[in-house]
Nanobody, 116 residues
């Protein structure tokens, strides 16, 4: 069984920065993609960023120049560095671990609130 544990989010002012982390444990060996999604109140869960086993990354257009995803394979941990945060970045952020293109696991979600 694979488990994901996310760091605590928080409240930050617009223009500020925040870093999230997500640690993966359990039977997690194999090609994988680690990703972040977010869900604003009343809206669907949206893709934010992803990074695969080979460290190739992809970002949503809305965060492309402000967020950076990275991973530490030795720690089985993915990070999301969020800079120049905007109120529209507010939402619950979910970590995702996609294993061998078949299995998808989710973290519990962490609240990020950006005040204007």
């Amino acid at each position: 069984q694979v488990q994901l544990v996310e760091s605590r989010g928080g409240l930050v002012q617009a223009g500020g920065s925040l870093r999230l982390s997500c640690a993966v444990s359990g039977s997690a060996d194999g090609p994988n993609v680690m990703a972040w999604y977010r869900q604003a109140p009343g809206k669907p869960r949206d893709f934010v960023a992803r990074i695969n086993s080979g460290a190739m990354t992809a970002y949503a257009n809305s965060v492309k120049d402000r967020f950076r995803i990275s991973r530490d394979n030795a720690k089985n941990t993915v990070y999301l560095q969020m800079n120049n945060l905007k109120p529209e970045d507010t939402g619950v952020y979910y970590c995702s671990f996609q294993l061998r293109g078949i299995y998808v696991y989710w973290g519990q979600g962490t609240q990020v609130t950006v005040s204007s």
